[in-house]
């Protein structure tokens, strides 16, 4: 029943579940931010994460080594970034249209790979839950916010991080830069393609990390498409927050709560007819599309392929 919602018991694992299914969504829209604040829009998200959600979830069952398998995940989203930045960088590709065609392929590939390498879904046993010791204790607090695997926590320091790094460091001035006026950035000296390269890798490295952390941190199971559109949500959110690390976290944290929330009604019974219940998260994705994206302000220089004056 739908009162059954508001009890304290349900509220709590609701709170819970929507900070740990934050984690993809994170390492993914943060990777997200770098490029895009340098001026490169990737929609291959989704198709990274895939294939590091294999990569990490093969390895790991393989060698029984979660780290191992989250290291592959990024080496393997570091190459197809590696690979997007070449086309998009090099060969001025339109950066929607091969972001598409990356995320097929990641589509494509992943669903390849599982049926030639593994055939039926498995289960691995993920990243254990960490307490932090006495905030863990704390009644309800603890459980929300303290009683979470390691990824969780990585994902929500990589908001300071990168707050830290866009904002107040010689590195973070050289990619707002090159995503504002890559002209004048290339004047004073910035290697405006170095730093889209970078960008660009590291948040395919990110997306990796972000699937890694769907295979082997919160499901602990690979299966054929299991982002279901994660990765664009996760594109979308870098427009609510306004390409700032700290508004991709309150997104975040919105659509995660969402998501836990339909789950929820889901598990309890409530009378809501399941299919209405799994379009909630993409159904507010469309209304804070509609709502945000003409009241923010992107880089300048977003989507613009750079050519060098000799």
Request: cysteine-free.
């Amino acid at each position: 029943m739908i009162s059954e919602l508001f009890t304290m018991t349900v509220l709590i694992g609701i709170l819970s579940s929507g900070v740990r299914l934050a984690t993809p969504y994170l390492y993914a829209s943060i990777g997200e931010t770098f490029g895009q604040r340098s001026g490169v829009l990737n929609l291959g998200v989704e198709g990274q994460m895939l294939l590091g959600a294999f990569t990490a979830f093969y390895v790991a069952m393989n060698t029984g080594s979660l780290w191992l398998g989250v290291l592959a995940a990024m080496i393997v989203g570091a190459v197809m970034g590696l690979a997007m930045a070449f086309v998009t960088v090099n060969l001025h590709a339109q950066q929607g249209i091969s972001g598409i065609g990356f995320y097929l392929f990641g589509l494509g590939m992943s669903d390849l790979l599982f049926q030639k390498m593994m055939g039926t879904v498995r289960t691995v046993q993920g990243f254990p839950k960490i307490g932090i010791p006495f905030l863990s204790d704390i009644p309800g607090i603890g459980d929300i916010f303290f009683n979470h695997n390691i990824l969780v926590y990585g994902a929500y320091l990589l908001v300071l991080v990168a707050w830290f790094v866009l904002n107040k460091t010689n590195l973070g001035l050289k990619i707002r830069a090159v995503g504002e006026n890559p002209d004048a950035a290339d004047s004073l000296g910035v290697s405006v393609a170095r730093v889209r390269y970078f960008t660009i890798i590291l948040g395919g490295t990110l997306s990796g990390v972000a699937g890694a952390s769907l295979s082997i941190a919160l499901l602990n199971v690979f299966q054929q498409n299991m982002t279901s559109g994660l990765g664009f949500i996760a594109v979308a959110l870098v427009y609510f927050g306004a390409w700032r690390p700290f508004g991709v976290l309150i997104g975040a944290l919105l659509f995660s709560m969402v998501n836990s929330l339909q789950l929820w009604i889901q598990v309890l019974g409530v009378p809501i007819p399941s299919e209405i219940a799994v379009m909630m998260p993409y159904v507010l994705t469309i209304l804070v599309l509609v709502a945000t994206v003409s009241k923010v302000r992107a880089p300048s220089a977003l989507t613009k392929p750079f050519e060098r004056e000799e």
